[in-house]
Nanobody
Framework: QVQLQESGPGLVKPSQTLSLTCTVS??????????WGWIRQPPGKGLEWIGY???????NYSPSLKSRASISRDTYKNQVTLQLSSVTPEDTAVYYC????????????WGQGTQVTVSS
C-alpha cells in the first residue's frame, strides 16, 4: 500500500520561500508507471494543480506558477520536494502531494495534506 506524507512549516512569511516535502512509502518514486505531483486548495476554492516530477526527474508546472515553483526529488530518501518562492497571502492553502498514474492520467493516491498559511 502506497502512502504519501507531506511535511513542512505551517506558517511562512510573505516574500519568503515555501518548502514542503512528500515522503513516499510502499513504492519507489523511480517506478516508471508513475509521476509525483503537488496540488493545493486555497480556502473556499477548488483544487489547483501546481506541477509534477516524473520517474526520470523531468518536471512540468502550471503556467501560472511556473516562474515561482520548483519540484525536485531525493531518490535515496524516496522524497519529493516543492519549493514556491516569493509567497503572498494568496498562496495560503492546503497542499497535497499525490501519485499520478501515467497511463490512466489519474491521481490515485494522495497524502492527507498540510495547511500552509502565509502571514506576517
Amino acid at each position: 500500500q502506497v502512502q504519501l506524507q507531506e511535511s513542512g512549516p505551517g506558517l511562512v512569511k510573505p516574500s519568503q520561500t515555501l518548502s514542503l516535502t512528500c515522503t513516499v512509502s510502499g513504492g519507489s518514486i523511480t517506478n516508471n508507471d508513475y509521476y509525483w505531483g503537488w496540488i493545493r486548495q486555497p480556502p473556499g476554492k477548488g483544487l489547483e494543480w501546481i506541477g509534477y516530477i516524473t520517474y526520470s526527474g523531468s518536471t512540468n508546472y502550471s503556467p501560472s506558477l511556473k516562474s515561482r515553483a520548483s519540484i525536485s526529488r531525493d531518490t535515496y530518501k524516496n522524497q519529493v520536494t516543492l519549493q514556491l518562492s516569493s509567497v503572498t497571502p494568496e498562496d495560503t492553502a492546503v497542499y497535497y502531494c499525490a501519485r499520478l498514474e501515467v497511463i490512466a492520467t489519474t491521481y490515485d493516491y494522495w497524502g492527507q495534506g498540510t495547511q500552509v498559511t502565509v502571514s506576517s
